[in-house]
């Protein structure tokens, strides 16, 4: 099993360490800046290679690194949005089938999400397959115990695909990027209100930066999106900042949270566990902090 993890300007993209753990810290590194960011990688690795590749579509990146994967049995990519993007690509190119956002891989098949994110199902594949592992579910593998790997460069051939140029990256929309990879999140429980509620709480995550979201809970009772779901059940994140209005901080939502820089909570009940987690913990009501700083912030921004 080899984990083929994606680089753009010298950083490892979302999702490379669960990628690394699943294929045992055999690693292939393919994009710009594989060597910067091999010293990001190289402590958790016990096999590292990389591919240094142009600016280009999934499709030339999928032909040029194929035959040096071909190989291996399971050949899993970083779950990252370049990741979810090449791996399709790369499945078809080898003639695999693809397992996209997996729990847990094995060289019989994948765990993967199901019902929306309530259920988890076992998949079993006859033969090799490509797969995509979720981001956050694996958490901080401990450094290799033969220290830090040494990066092998490989060459590829040119392929018959056209290269694309790149006229530039534009900055990520925090509302609307996937949670796993958004680094501020706001987020609600069934403490905060019902569906109103949580269209004003995305109103205060653009105003911060923010993705919004929310507890399974709220996803049950339809006042969001599954997608918006934070828990083992649903998204896995790993926020630099988290603030959660009337989240109580059941395990199932809390082993999804990873490791927040800052976490803020606002609640009634002083000793639930979201508020003992906090490093600001504000006794509250929910709902009405969130009004009085929403209208804060929109009388500051008019």
Same mark, same amino acid.
């Given at each position: 099993?080899?984990?083929?993890?994606?680089?753009? &300007? =010298?950083?490892?993209?979302?999702?490379?360490?669960?990628?690394?753990?699943?294929?045992?810290?055999?690693?292939?590194?393919?994009?710009?800046?594989?060597?910067?960011?091999?010293?990001?990688?190289?402590?958790?690795?016990?096999?590292?290679?990389?591919?240094?590749?142009?600016?280009?579509?999934?499709?030339?990146?999928?032909? *040029?690194?194929?035959? #040096?994967?071909?190989?291996?049995?399971?050949?899993?990519?970083?779950?990252?949005?370049?990741?979810?993007?090449?791996? /399709?690509?790369? @499945?078809?190119?080898? =003639?695999?089938?693809?397992?996209?956002?997996?729990?847990?891989?094995?060289?019989?098949? *994948?765990?993967?999400?199901?019902?929306?994110?309530?259920?988890?199902?076992?998949?079993?594949? @006859?033969?090799?397959?490509?797969?995509?592992?979720?981001?956050?579910?694996?958490?901080? /593998? $401990?450094?290799?115990?033969?220290?830090?790997?040494?990066?092998? #460069?490989?060459?590829?051939?040119?392929?018959?695909?056209?290269?694309?140029?790149?006229?530039?990256?534009?900055?990520?929309?925090?509302?609307?990027?996937?949670?796993?990879?958004?680094?501020?999140?706001?987020?609600?429980?069934?403490?905060?209100?019902?569906?109103? &509620?949580?269209? $004003?709480? *995305?109103? #205060?995550?653009?105003? %911060?930066?923010?993705?919004?979201?929310?507890?399974?809970?709220?996803?049950?009772?339809?006042?969001?999106?599954?997608?918006?779901?934070?828990?083992?059940?649903?998204?896995?994140?790993?926020?630099?900042?988290?603030?959660?209005?009337?989240?109580?901080?059941?395990?199932?939502?809390?082993?999804?949270?990873?490791?927040?820089?800052?976490?803020?909570?606002?609640?009634?009940?002083?000793?639930?566990?979201?508020?003992?987690?906090?490093? %600001? *913990?504000?006794?509250?009501?929910?709902?009405?902090?969130?009004?009085?700083?929403?209208?804060?912030?929109?009388?500051?921004?008019?």
């Amino acid at each position: 099993m080899i984990a083929i993890v994606v680089v753009r &300007a =010298g950083v490892a993209e979302d999702g490379w360490l669960d990628a690394l753990h699943e294929a045992d810290g055999n690693v292939l590194l393919v994009g710009g800046g594989v060597a910067d960011a091999a010293g990001q990688v190289a402590p958790y690795a016990s096999r590292l290679s990389g591919v240094a590749l142009r600016e280009g579509g999934p499709a030339t990146w999928a032909a *040029a690194i194929a035959p #040096l994967v071909e190989d291996h049995e399971v050949v899993l990519v970083s779950g990252g949005f370049d990741g979810r993007l090449l791996g /399709p690509y790369l @499945a078809h190119t080898l =003639g695999r089938p693809f397992i996209a956002q997996a729990l847990e891989v094995t060289t019989a098949g *994948a765990v993967v999400p199901a019902l929306g994110g309530t259920a988890q199902r076992q998949l079993h594949v @006859a033969g090799n397959f490509v797969a995509s592992i979720q981001p956050g579910v694996v958490g901080s /593998p $401990a450094p290799a115990a033969g220290g830090p790997a040494v990066l092998e #460069l490989l060459e590829v051939t040119a392929t018959e695909h056209r290269e694309l140029t790149s006229l530039g990256v534009t900055e990520a929309d925090a509302t609307t990027i996937d949670l796993a990879e958004a680094s501020r999140i706001v987020a609600g429980g069934a403490g905060l209100g019902g569906a109103d &509620a949580f269209e $004003a709480l *995305a109103r #205060l995550g653009a105003h %911060l930066g923010a993705s919004m979201g929310a507890t399974r809970v709220v996803a049950d009772r339809g006042d969001v999106d599954f997608s918006r779901q934070i828990g083992t059940t649903g998204v896995a994140v790993d926020p630099a900042l988290y603030v959660a209005f009337g989240i109580s901080g059941a395990i199932q939502h809390t082993a999804g949270l990873g490791h927040p820089d800052h976490i803020i909570s606002v609640n009634l009940d002083p000793s639930c566990p979201m508020m003992q987690m906090a490093d %600001l *913990a504000i006794e509250a009501d929910a709902s009405a902090t969130m009004a009085a700083l929403l209208e804060l912030l929109e009388e500051d921004r008019g």
